[in-house]
């Protein structure tokens, strides 16, 4: 299922990328890049998304690997908020970030497999929002 989402997310960013190419003649090579940069911080977000996935699977063997997937996706996502002024974009990468918190909270309070579903939904949506 993991490698399903994977794949879902190199799709989608190679059809941006496509698309990101045939609109530079029209809207210049700034905001080609930026849209790029956005699809490939969202790509680099879906893998640390899937190893937070593996992390909460394998946690009773190695409960660091959450803090270690946790802290690439924020480092990601501090990435993507600094190259855009896209409100959209900006809105989801906000979501994602408390649905991290909120993971981090749930893991704080004890509980060793959180629910990491509204991290997926919300990455999800930024990856939408790049591609849009």
Request: hydrophobic residues 40%; negative net charge.
């Amino acid at each position: 299922m993991a490698a399903s989402r994977r794949r879902r997310f190199v799709v989608t960013a190679a059809a941006v990328a496509a698309i990101g190419l045939t609109t530079a003649v029209t809207t210049g090579c700034d905001a080609v890049d930026k849209a790029l940069d956005c699809v490939q911080t969202a790509d680099a977000i879906a893998d640390s998304v899937t190893s937070l996935q593996q992390a909460v699977e394998n946690a009773s063997n190695d409960p660091t690997q959450l803090d270690e997937s946790l802290a690439s996706i924020d480092k990601n996502l501090d990435k993507i908020g600094d190259k855009t002024d896209n409100t959209d974009v900006n809105k989801a990468v906000e979501d994602l970030g408390d649905a991290v918190d909120n993971v981090r909270t749930a893991i704080k309070n004890g509980d060793n497999t959180p629910d990491v579903s509204p991290v997926t939904d919300a990455a999800g949506e930024l990856t939408k929002v790049c591609t849009s």
